[in-house]
């Protein structure tokens, strides 16, 4: 009977998985839409199936992860990593920023823990490599566009690998700053043992036994579900010693056509990874208001997706809004690393078994939207970029371009000597209002009243007083460059110096007040619960925090209003 009804459950995953599929394709979407909705379509046809095919269904979807975190390595590959320019982690660091500020916001209306908050963040913050390049091969997208969208890609994989790692210590409530940067460290430790492993002792095995054949095939995985184990051995994340192994493995002379070797079994655990998704989603079980929180939150997520990843790279790449526009609808796609999260965080008990439910609609909705959106990306990219006022697209432009050379190293040594110390300047400011914020919640955790305000408010006075001094630095730094710019691009009115000066100070202490702020939240929340013995801390401190983004975008905004026009 046991027999039986296992090949059962086969036969309903993969009919239900090809039918689903096939139709998905023929309404112009991805094929992993199709698998995601034959597991919530499975979880409602075979509500009993669970708990005796959980356990197996899991087995398949820890040796999908595995398969993908290695595929992902692979293509990554050594070489690429070496390739990686400050432009593409700035855009990666930039939808990180903006996805954890929309989920802080969206956590604190709904009342969500800190745990779910930064699961939605990473969520949507990262795309689908797969689906984008299946998207950009079908769209024609190539180029230096094509080349920019990879390698940020790249650098979202290697912060999602990172942010595996820290899901445990999450999972408390908070992030204690010395212990997230000790598990980082001792990540990038084993990360790095067994990529020189791989790179020394493996390589030169796999390049004397290992070809492109069954063989080779059988070694490779072996190999991939091998470092998993000892990533998963080590206390972290199997995905990191997956993604190892396929860093090793780029550097095998034949590593494309062992890949090639690889790709069907990893499609078949692919789609019952998928599978396991839709179907752990539980949907049937979930009430209907749920429902629609999953529902809306999704297309929130996607929304965010695009947003981040339009506006960091508009910023920063030296492209035009349109052009930005147009890339972020091929990366609108949410990434299987995104489903990996929530399901890691899921059997980790960090979050509720709705948050799959969010991950699996936003993957359904971005593959759905992107899909839609990348048939006419230049007329749609055309009629977004439209609502932004021409002077200030114009202005913005420049800037991006401005600021893409000086990240590229492509301007003079002076001027880029003084723009690194402003970065540098401003990431000391915003790293020290995330250290002070982090140990506000390890102080309130470890202390009782009275000791804990007390504690709190000298580690708030020191921040300060130490923001305070940097942000002396900060101006002096952004003056001075402010200063060559308006000379060497012969620009006789002074007010146009002081105005850059002060755009670049409130841009990076508006940022510095946004992180502190997003990473307080929880604390803030409950603290003002406590004080006034009311539970409107929540509400108070989301109106503080939409309340303090207002204050930035009028500030920026008057300031290119008078650089624009001059009054």
């Known amino acids: 009977m046991e027999v039986i009804d296992s090949y059962l459950l086969l036969t309903l995953l993969f009919t239900l998985a090809t039918l689903l599929a096939w139709i998905s394709k023929r309404l112009g979407l991805s094929y992993v839409t199709g698998y995601i909705i034959a597991g919530v379509a499975l979880s409602y046809m075979t509500p009993t199936i669970g708990g005796e095919f959980i356990p197996l269904l899991s087995i398949f979807s820890d040796m999908a992860i595995a ?11 050594l070489e690429n990593i070496k390739r990686v320019s400050a432009v593409p982690i700035v855009i990666g660091l930039g939808e990180v920023l903006a996805s954890f500020t929309v989920a802080t916001i969206v956590g604190l209306v709904f009342r969500f823990s800190w745990s779910d908050v930064v699961v939605l963040a990473l969520i949507s913050s990262f795309c689908s490599t797969a689906i984008t390049y299946k998207l950009m091969e079908e769209r024609g997208l190539g180029g230096d566009m094509r080349r920019l969208i990879f390698t940020v890609a790249a650098v979202e994989d290697i912060i999602v690998v990172l942010a595996l790692t820290l899901l445990p210590q999450i999972g408390r409530g ?16 084993v990360a790095v043992t067994l990529i020189i492993v791989g790179v020394t002792i493996v390589r030169r095995v796999f390049a004397k036994i290992v070809k492109p054949d069954e063989f080779g095939l ?4 072996s190999l991939s579900f091998a470092y998993a184990l000892i990533s998963r051995r080590a206390g972290l994340s199997p995905a990191l010693g997956a993604f190892a192994a396929g860093l090793a493995l780029s550097a095998h002379p034949q590593a494309d056509q062992i890949s090639e070797r690889m790709k069907p079994v990893r499609e078949v655990f692919l789609i019952i990874f998928f599978i396991t998704m839709g179907f752990n989603a539980n949907v049937s079980a979930i009430p209907a208001s749920q429902l629609t929180l999953a529902f809306v939150l999704g297309l929130l997520v996607v929304l965010t997706r695009l947003m981040a990843f339009s506006s960091s790279t508009w910023i920063t790449s030296g492209y035009s809004l349109e052009e930005a526009i147009k890339m972020g609808f091929f990366t609108t796609t949410i990434g299987e690393f995104s489903l990996i999260v929530a399901y890691e965080a899921t059997k980790l ?9 969010i991950s699996a609609m936003s993957t359904i909705f971005a593959a759905m939207i992107s899909s839609i959106l990348t048939k006419k990306p230049d007329y749609y990219a055309g009629k977004l970029s439209s609502l932004m006022p021409m002077p200030v697209k114009l202005f913005i432009d420049h800037v991006s371009k401005y600021l893409n050379r000086a990240l590229e190293g492509k301007v003079s040594r002076a001027i880029r000597e003084l723009f690194m110390r402003v970065l540098k300047e401003g990431a000391l400011m915003v790293l020290t209002a995330f250290i002070a914020s982090s140990t506000l919640y390890v102080v309130d955790g470890a202390l009782e009243y009275p000791y804990d305000f007390v504690m709190s408010a000298i580690i708030i006075a020191i921040a300060i007083a130490v923001i305070l001094r940097i942000a002396q630095r ?10 060559k710019f308006v000379c060497k691009s012969d620009i006789l009115n002074p007010s146009v110096r002081r105005l850059l000066t002060s755009l670049i100070f409130i841009s990076l202490m508006s940022l510095t007040v946004l992180v502190a702020l997003l990473t307080s939240s929880q604390y803030i929340a409950s603290l003002i619960n406590r004080i006034i013995g009311s539970d409107l801390g929540y509400a108070i401190t989301t109106i503080l925090i939409v309340g303090v983004l207002v204050v930035i975008l009028l500030t ?8 624009l026009f001059g009054s």
Not at 67 to 77: D, I, K
Request: proline residues 2%; aromatic residues 10%.
């Open 67 to 77: 398969l993908l975190a290695f595929e992902v390595g692979r293509e990554v590959g």
């Open 174 to 189: 908070y992030v204690d700053l010395f212990r997230a940067i000790e598990s980082i460290t001792f990540s990038i430790i």
């Open 218 to 221: 059988a070694v490779s995985i």
């Open 349 to 357: 008990s960090m979050v509720l078994q709705p948050m799959l439910m």
């Open 474 to 483: 900060l101006y002096i730094h952004a003056d001075v460059l402010c200063f």
């Open 556 to 563: 920026a905004l008057s300031k290119l209003k008078r650089l």
